[in-house]
């Protein structure tokens, strides 16, 4: 839920900005955002859930931790090739963006 409203100030603060001098950043701000809705943001909220209701719940045995975090880990390394060039692409986008 945080995140979800770290995204909305994001987005309107983003929506605030209406001077041609604002052009810019606001591209750049466009392209975090879409980075923060991408695979890889989803990913990151993904484990913080998994953390929270799988490791931090006192009710599971360690058997249970350890066989949910292995298919965690396989879930992860299976889709890891599928997100590997989107990410590094977007990521690239938003180095040059901020560098050049």
Known sequence: ???HRALELLEAYHDK???HQDLPLKNAIE???RIFK???FQA???IQEFYEVTLMNNEKSVHQKM???LSVATNLELNSEALAFPIAYEVSDLF???FF
Do not use: G, K, P
Request: hydrophobic residues 50%; aromatic residues 4%.
């Open 67 to 69: 066989m949910e975090t």
């Open 96 to 98: 040059l963006l901020f």
């Open 17 to 19: 900005l209406t001077d």
């Open 1 to 3: 839920q945080d995140a």
């Open 44 to 46: 990151l909220l993904d």
């Open 38 to 40: 991408s695979c890889l």
């Open 31 to 33: 392209n975090v955002i």
